[in-house]
């Protein structure tokens, strides 16, 4: 690991302060950057300690929703009795993630800037846009079993592989931001960038934005699923997941939010898809025409082929059990 400075900082403003340039990382739990760091996959010149800082607590709103501030444990977060009950989906994300012990470390905030896991981004004998721009990208041609087919570009081919930020996609976030010009806030769907031909930049974040929270809205109701494939049951990223908002009256679907995760660069959602869903009865064809609609761009680099077939069954599957549950 490379030599750095480390400042621990007092107060937002002051965490702000600090981080001015591409070489300066806010830490909290560490549980990707230190990974990282160890790989000298990335090589920060300061970190910026923010685990003092007044971010950890959830808080209702006005409107019904929660405030879940940036340094929020993952596991707090899961076991929350107020999230269990008004918004499942998340919670059971959580636990889909990570193994206990990690998610005692990870943050809120530092699991929605996750890295990708592409062997190639990690592997620096190997050429990677996301890491060294204008390097090439191995991963097309080479191991791509877990990676992208949507959104993805000739640059670059990774996955996002958080649970939690596809949960929360599924359930309208918004992302709350302090930075030197104030205090904003982001719709989750915003705040990911596709890779184009840019794949390093993965947010809106600037160099000193910090995450100080995540808003979710008054709970949606309806009946919350989340299914996620993977090549083992612990300890292991999603090939394909789904997190499902549905519900059902008078015989036909009235909501659907359904965002997915092992698809793309960033949790997808597609408004389209929500739309051939709402007002129709459920049925084996809907779902069908469904995946029609979500894969209709979807393209397999060879040895993540099985995604599309795969994707089309998931999604079929949590349809199925969503609709009938609410039935």
């Not at 929350?80 to 998340?90: E, M």
């Not at 184009?196 to 600037?206: F, W």
């Not at 989340?226 to 090549?231: E, G, L, M, N």
Request: aromatic share 6%; net charge neutral; hydrophobic share 40%.
């Amino acid at each position: 690991m490379r030599s750095f400075d480390y400042v621990r900082a007092g107060d937002t403003a002051q965490a702000v302060r600090e981080a001015g340039s591409e070489e300066t990382r806010f830490i909290a739990g560490g549980t990707n950057l230190l990974d990282l760091m160890k790989l000298e996959v990335m090589a920060p010149g300061k970190l910026v300690d923010i685990t003092r800082l007044d971010l950890g607590g959830i808080e209702e709103t006005a409107d019904g929703g929660l405030r879940i501030g940036a340094l929020v444990t993952n596991s707090d977060l899961a076991a929350d009795a107020r999230v269990r009950r008004g918004w499942p989906v998340l919670s059971r994300a959580l636990l889909a993630g990570a193994s206990g012990q990690l998610r005692n470390k990870a943050t809120t905030g530092g699991n929605l800037l996750q890295r990708t896991r592409c062997y190639y981004f990690y592997d620096r004998g190997e050429p990677c846009n996301k890491r060294e721009p204008g390097s090439g990208c191995a991963a097309k041609d080479g191991v791509n079993r877990i990676l992208a087919i949507l959104g993805t570009s000739e640059h670059c081919i990774a996955t996002h592989p958080s649970d939690m930020a596809v949960a929360m996609r599924a359930l309208d976030a918004r992302v709350e931001i302090e930075g030197a010009e104030g205090r904003r806030e982001v719709a989750l769907g915003e705040f990911y960038r596709l890779p184009g031909d840019t794949p390093q930049i993965e947010t809106v974040l600037k160099p000193d934005d910090l995450i100080t929270a995540v808003l979710l809205p008054a709970p949606a109701g309806g009946r919350q699923i989340y299914r996620k494939v993977r090549d083992r049951s612990s300890y292991a990223f999603a090939l394909v997941s789904v997190a499902a908002v549905i519900e059902v009256e008078d015989g036909v679907i009235s909501k659907a939010q359904l965002a997915f995760g092992g698809l793309g660069p960033m949790p997808w959602r597609d408004a389209d898809v929500e739309a051939a869903l709402v007002g129709a009865a459920p049925s084996a064809a809907l779902f069908d025409r469904a995946a029609d609609i979500l894969l209709a761009e979807a393209k397999g680099y060879g040895g993540n082929d099985f995604k599309i077939p795969l994707t089309r069954r998931t999604l079929a599957a949590v349809l199925t059990q969503a609709t009938e549950a609410s039935a």
